[in-house]
């Protein structure tokens, strides 16, 4: 077995496009209560797997976003800079740091919110069920 091979069975458990996508993403369009209370009380084979398709649906963002090319720091609503309070250069520092590394802290956060709602909900639950 070789490291392709390995990499290929991985990307295939992970993002494997079978019927529990679309049942998943119409479920979450039309009514994602019952697809949460589903999930949580064992129908879990008919649903995509969470983490999967939290990967999926982040790759697909920053796929598009990098597609069209779109900056969110540059395609803003008003001029913070006219409010003499603010640094223009702290701002300017501060933009960059977000735009260079959204994409990991996107990734970290879900893991933090999971892990603060962790002391809030006594249920043996997983870490992918939070």
């Given amino acids: 077995m ?16 079978s019927a529990p996508l679309p ?11 019952r697809l ?7 129908k879990r084979k008919r649903y995509y797997k969470p983490i999967s398709f939290f990967l999926l649906t982040t790759l697909l963002f920053i796929f598009i976003r990098w597609l069209v090319d779109f900056n969110p720091l540059t395609q803003t609503i008003g001029n913070p800079t006219d409010n003499p309070l603010v640094d223009e250069d702290l701002l300017g520092q501060a933009a960059d740091f977000m735009f260079q590394n ?19 909900y006594f249920k043996n639950h997983t870490l992918a069920e939070y």
Avoid: H
Wanted: zero cysteines.
């Fill in 36 to 42: 949460f209370r589903d999930y949580l009380s064992g």
């Fill in 2 to 17: 070789t490291f392709r091979e390995t990499f290929q069975d991985l990307a295939d458990q992970l993002f494997s496009l």
């Fill in 23 to 33: 049942l998943t993403l119409k479920m979450l369009l039309v009514n994602p209560g």
């Fill in 102 to 120: 959204i994409n990991n802290l996107l990734f970290i956060l879900v893991i933090i919110l999971a892990l603060v709602m962790k002391p809030f």
